[in-house]
């Protein structure tokens, strides 16, 4: 069997910005809502069997509580902010397992689920579907692979090397060298992608990174400054390597038995109708399985 773990949040703002503006019949904007609900369905149209979405089911995690400057909640539209929850309820409606991470972020949901899965000897491959490059540290030769969506892209551990230059180990200590903006923090100063990737591809971890450059056994364009940089800014290093690396004691699922969809729950035709979206449950009642 393959396993597919969803990053919904991801889903959720693609759709919003993608996808038409639709409003419920109590006149609420739920455009985003049916449109994941939409492309779930066509994972399950095309073969998906065993699926499970993470959600962050609040922005803040325990990241915001070691970096003042972590990504929040703020500037998201509101609009779209008051779509998080009913998409919870309406996966879970429709049959799908939710992972709703609160301390945690959906990346580590993914990141745990992506563990659990892999563990199973019944599981000939694990997609976790975000374009999100944290990802990319949980990818396994070509057991556990990133899968984007959208560019229909597949990208496994030899994937992962072409894209960044360094293993899926190393992206921790990759990102934490040259930062992430969309995570709000900024890595080191002076290091960049080609640098990062150059050094590390040869030491695997900033730890095993030497303070002085003459011992370094890379040749790297101002190796120098880099080497003074990392020495000084060590601990900092380490702090955004926390940040960038991901959680795999998030609760998920107990097994990849629990994600197996079997059909929606007897509400969910109620809830399609309230969203104006009845071809969902149409859907949906075609595609469950026969039991």
């Keep these: 069997m393959n396993v597919h773990l969803v990053d919904g949040t991801y889903e959720l703002f693609r759709h919003y910005y993608g996808a038409p503006r639709a409003q419920s019949v109590d006149g609420v904007e739920v455009g985003a809502i049916r449109g994941v609900l939409g492309s779930i369905l066509g994972m399950l149209g095309d073969g998906a069997t065993h ?40 996966l879970e409606a429709m049959g799908i397992t939710v992972m709703r991470m609160i301390e945690f972020e959906a990346d580590d949901g993914l990141a745990a689920g992506a563990a ?78 080609k640098s990062a990737a150059a050094v590390l591809a040869h030491y695997g971890t900033i730890e095993q990174i030497p303070d002085d450059h003459h011992q370094w056994a890379v040749q790297v364009r101002g190796a120098a400054q880099l080497a003074a940089t990392l020495a000084e800014y060590r601990p900092q290093g380490d702090l955004f390597k926390q940040l960038a690396t991901l959680r795999r004691d998030a609760a998920a699922f107990p097994s990849v038995d629990a994600i197996r969809w079997t059909g929606p729950r007897p509400g969910f035709p109620a ?9 969902l449950a149409q859907r949906a009642a075609r595609l469950t399985p026969a039991t």
């Design 271 to 279: 809830l399609c109708e309230r969203l104006g979206a009845t071809s």
């Design 51 to 90: 699926i499970a979405v993470a959600t962050d089911h609040v922005i803040e995690s325990f990241r915001n509580d070691l970096w003042r400057g972590y990504k929040t909640g703020d500037g998201i539209e509101p609009e779209l902010w008051a779509q998080f929850h009913p998409l919870e309820d309406a």
């Design 116 to 193: 659990i899965a892999a563990a199973d000897p019944r599981v000939s491959r694990v997609l976790i579907c975000t374009p999100d490059k944290d990802l990319a540290q949980s990818v396994v030769d070509t057991r556990v692979v990133q899968f984007d969506r959208r560019a229909r892209v597949i990208r496994d551990a030899d994937g992962v090397r072409q894209k960044f230059g360094v293993p899926p180990a190393s992206i921790p200590d990759y990102l934490a060298l040259t930062g992430d903006s969309a995570d709000g923090y900024p890595g080191l100063p002076g290091w960049g992608a």
